[in-house]
C-alpha cells in the first residue's frame, strides 16, 4: 500500500502498482483506510470509565494515570491468592502485523506469568487439516494459475474476500480454463464463475469423496504420483468407493450428475487449481473436510505442474522468528484459554477452563462482544463488576464500551510492522507514515510502558520496534533467504526465497512425518480420529441432532458483508452506507412457507438467542440455507444484536476452531 503524505496529512492510498501480486490496486475495504484514520470517532486519549459498564461513558484521562492504575490493579491480581493466571490477554488481527499482534504483548503476557490464549477464531481447523494431509498450510502458487485448465473456487468468495487473485482467475479463464464456485450461496463470485454448485454447509467432505470415487472408478488418477508420494492409497480408494454420487447428493444436495461431472473434470484436468477459504472448516467436521478436499490434487498428480494443487493458505512457508519474536521461554507452565470459549471463561470456570476465575481481561487487535461466538454469554462475561477490563483500540467499539480503560492504540499508517501472507509469497514491511495521531501508540509501545510500570524488568521487554523487525527476520529457514530489513526498506516487499511459480510438491517432498501425502494419517489415529479422509457431519444436523433440526429447519451462514472485514470497518460511513442494514437472505420457498416478503423485518432465532434483519427473498441462495453478511457491531443495528447471538462455543474436530456455521435457526416475521 503506497501513502500519499501531504503536510504531515495522509491523503490518499493506493495499491502498489510494482507489487507482482497485489497489482496496483486495494480492496473496496482498504481504499477507505484514510477515513477510517480520521473518523471523527477516533480515539486519540486514554479514556477511563465513569459510567455504568456497556454504558460507554468514559472521561480523557492522562496516560501516566491510566497505566499506573492499570499497573497496580494487575499487579494486585498477580500477587493475590489467584495469581497470574487470573489475568487473560485476548487478541487477534484486528491490527495484522508480526509487531502489534504478536511480539512485546506475548513478551509482557509471558513474563507475568498469565493465561495463555489459544487463538483459533479464524484458520485452526483447516490448517490442522492440511498440517494432517501435506504436512503444513501450504499450498499451491497462485502465480501458476494462468496455467490452470480447471479452477474450484470451494467456499471462498474470491471477489470480497480475496480479490487479487481474481486477475489470476481471469487470466486462466481467457485461456481455456473452466471455472467452478461451489458455495452454498451464490455469491458475487459465483456470479461471474462458469458454473455455481450450491451445496449444503458442512458437507464438503462428502463431495470431495465423491469426486475421488468417479477418478478410481474412471482410472483418471496419476498412478505413478500415488506410488511415489503417497502413503494409504489402498485405504482412501476403499473409503471413496463408499461414497456414491448418489449417496454423495443425499447427503450435500448436488444432484449425482453434477458430482459424476465434477469428479470426470478433476480426473481429466491436467492442473486444476482448488481454492479454498475458511467458511467451509467453520462446522463439526471443518478440520477432515479441509483434509479431504487436500487429497484430491495428489490423487490426480496436479501438484506435479504450475496452476497445480490446492492453497487454504501460504502462511506456513513464512519462517519468521517467532521464537525470538515472542519469547515462549519467558512463561512459567500456565492454562492455556481457547479464545471461541470466552462466555464460558468469563461466566463459566467449571466449564472446562480450569484454574482460578478470570479477574482482567486485556483486549487489543479484537472486538470480541461483537465477534466471539455465543454473544450473550460474553456480554454477560463482561458485564461481571468484579471483572477489569482494558481494551487497546482505535475506536470506541462494542468490546470497548464494557471497558474499565480504553488505549489509543496507533493505526497501519502510524507504526512500523513486518507481513507475511495467506494468498502469495512476498513479505512486507509496514513504515509508519504520519506521526501518531493525538496521544496513540503501537502496541508494542503500550506493552513497553505497562511493563516497565509493573516492574517486569527484562531486556527483551526493552526492544525498540525497528529490533524487532530485525529479530523476526533473523530466521534459519532457507526460504526467508535474502529477505532482510535492509532490503524491505529500499522496496517495501520481497518475494521468499521461493521458484516463481512454486511447485512446492511436484516431486513430493512433503514435510509429513512419512515425507507423503498421508491419505493415512496414524497422528489422526493416536487422536483419537479416522485416520483415512471421511465425512463427519456438523453437529446440528438431521444425522446427529435430529430432534433440533425439526425445530430449527434452516442452517445460517453469517460471513462477512461484502463492505466489512468481520467488525473492522463497520463504523466507517461510506462502508456501512454500502452495506445498508442488517439483512437476512432467504431463498423463495423457504419464504413462502413463513409468509416473509422482501423488505420485511425478520427474527433469526434459536435457543442461543434472537436478532432481526431485512429480508432480501432470492434464489441466489440454496433452499434450506440463510445468510446473514455479518459482523455488525450490536451497537450500530436497530436491536442491537447481530448473527453472534445465535452462534455456539462448540469446537471442530481438528484444532479446536470455532462452528459459526453450523448453526441451525428459524427465521420469521419480527413482531
Not at 495499491?15 to 496496483?24: A, R
Not at 433452499?623 to 442491537?640: C, N
Amino acid at each position: 500500500m503506497l501513502v500519499t503524505v501531504e503536510h504531515g496529512r495522509a491523503v490518499r492510498v493506493a495499491g502498489d502498482p510494482d507489487h507482482p501480486f497485489t497489482n496496483g490496486f486495494l480492496c473496496a475495504k482498504v481504499n477507505r483506510y484514510v477515513e477510517r484514520t480520521y473518523h471523527r470517532d477516533h480515539v486519540l486519549h486514554p479514556l477511563k470509565r465513569v459510567g455504568p459498564k456497556g454504558s460507554g461513558r468514559f472521561e480523557p484521562v492522562s496516560w501516566d494515570a491510566a497505566l499506573a492504575d492499570i499497573a497496580g490493579r494487575l499487579n494486585a491480581i498477580a500477587q493475590s491468592r489467584e495469581g497470574p493466571q487470573a489475568i487473560l490477554p485476548y487478541s487477534y488481527a484486528g491490527t495484522m502485523g508480526m509487531l502489534q499482534g504478536s511480539s512485546m504483548d506475548r513478551r509482557f503476557f509471558h513474563r507475568l506469568g498469565a493465561s495463555k490464549l489459544n487463538r483459533t477464531i479464524c484458520s485452526a481447523a483447516g490448517a490442522a487439516g492440511m498440517q494432517m494431509t501435506v504436512g503444513a498450510n501450504i499450498g499451491a502458487d497462485a502465480e501458476g494459475m494462468p496455467e490452470s485448465d480447471l479452477v474450484l473456487l470451494w467456499g471462498t468468495n474470491t471477489l470480497t474476500s480475496n480479490p487479487h487473485l481474481w486477475p489470476f482467475v481471469r487470466r486462466a479463464r481467457e485461456r481455456g480454463a473452466r471455472v467452478v464456485a461451489i458455495d452454498p450461496i451464490r455469491t458475487r463470485t459465483a456470479a461471474q464463475c462458469d458454473e455455481w454448485i450450491g451445496i449444503q454447509p458442512g458437507t464438503d467432505a462428502a463431495l470431495a469423496l465423491g469426486m475421488m470415487h468417479v477418478v478410481f472408478a474412471r482410472g483418471l488418477e496419476d498412478a505413478d504420483y500415488l506410488a511415489r508420494y503417497t502413503l494409504g492409497e489402498a485405504e482412501l480408494r476403499a473409503r471413496a468407493a463408499e461414497f456414491t454420487p448418489q449417496r454423495v447428493a443425499a447427503i450435500t444436495g448436488v444432484d449425482a450428475a453434477t458430482v459424476e461431472r465434477l469428479g470426470e473434470a478433476f480426473g481429466h484436468a491436467k492442473a486444476a487449481f482448488v481454492r479454498i477459504n475458511y467458511g467451509l472448516q467453520r462446522h463439526a467436521g471443518g478440520g477432515m473436510a479441509v483434509r479431504t478436499i487436500a487429497c484430491l490434487p495428489a490423487v490426480c498428480g496436479h501438484w506435479r505442474r504450475p496452476g497445480g494443487g490446492v492453497q487454504l493458505s501460504t502462511s506456513a512457508n513464512f519462517q519468521f522468528n517467532k521464537r525470538e519474536l515472542e519469547r515462549p521461554d519467558l512463561s512459567p507452565p500456565v492454562r492455556t484459554i481457547n479464545m471461541i470459549r470466552l462466555g464460558e471463561a468469563l461466566t463459566r470456570p467449571d466449564a472446562g477452563v480450569g484454574g482460578p476465575p478470570v479477574r482482567a481481561l486485556v483486549v487489543y487487535n479484537s472486538n470480541p462482544a461483537a465477534v466471539a461466538p455465543d454473544r450473550n454469554a460474553v456480554l454477560r462475561g463482561l458485564a461481571r463488576d468484579d471483572l477489569f477490563t482494558v481494551v487497546l483500540e482505535h475506536f470506541q467499539t462494542d468490546t470497548a464500551d464494557w471497558a474499565d480503560y480504553v488505549l489509543p492504540a496507533t493505526t497501519q499508517l502510524e507504526h512500523w510492522d513486518v507481513h507475511l501472507a495467506y494468498g502469495h509469497h512476498y513479505v512486507t514491511l509496514n513504515r509508519p507514515s504520519i506521526a501518531p495521531l493525538g496521544e496513540a501508540k503501537p502496541n508494542t509501545q503500550i506493552f513497553r510502558d505497562l511493563a516497565a510500570r509493573m516492574d517486569l524488568d527484562h531486556p527483551s521487554l526493552r526492544d525498540d520496534d525497528v529490533t524487532l523487525i530485525r529479530q523476526a527476520l533473523d530466521a534459519q529457514g532457507e526460504k526467508m533467504r535474502g529477505v532482510t530489513f535492509e532490503t524491505l526498506l529500499a522496496r517495501g516487499w520481497a518475494r521468499l526465497n521461493v521458484p516463481t511459480p512454486y511447485l512446492p510438491f511436484a516431486e513430493g517432498g512433503f514435510p509429513t512425518p512419512s515425507g507423503k501425502c498421508e491419505f493415512r494419517s496414524e497422528r489422526m489415529l493416536e487422536m483419537g480420529l479416522d485416520p483415512v479422509p471421511a465425512y463427519t457431519p456438523p453437529y446440528e444436523s438431521p444425522e446427529r441432532a435430529p430432534d433440533l433440526v425439526a425445530r430449527f429447519p434452516l442452517v445460517l451462514v453469517s460471513s462477512p458483508a461484502h463492505q466489512f472485514l468481520n467488525s473492522t470497518f463497520v463504523n466507517v460511513d461510506a462502508l456501512r452506507r454500502g452495506a445498508g442494514e442488517p439483512e437476512c437472505v432467504v431463498h423463495p420457498r423457504d419464504a413462502e412457507r413463513r409468509g416473509i416478503t422482501a423488505g420485511m423485518r425478520v427474527a433469526v432465532s434459536n435457543d442461543r438467542g434472537t436478532f432481526t434483519a431485512v429480508a432480501r427473498v432470492e434464489d441466489s441462495i440454496r433452499e434450506g440455507v440463510v445468510w446473514a453478511p455479518s459482523v455488525w457491531w450490536g451497537k450500530l443495528t436497530v436491536d442491537g444484536a447481530n448473527a453472534n447471538q445465535t452462534t455456539s462455543q462448540r469446537e471442530t474436530d481438528l484444532g479446536h476452531g470455532p462452528v459459526f456455521y453450523d448453526n441451525r435457526v428459524e427465521v420469521s416475521p419480527a413482531d
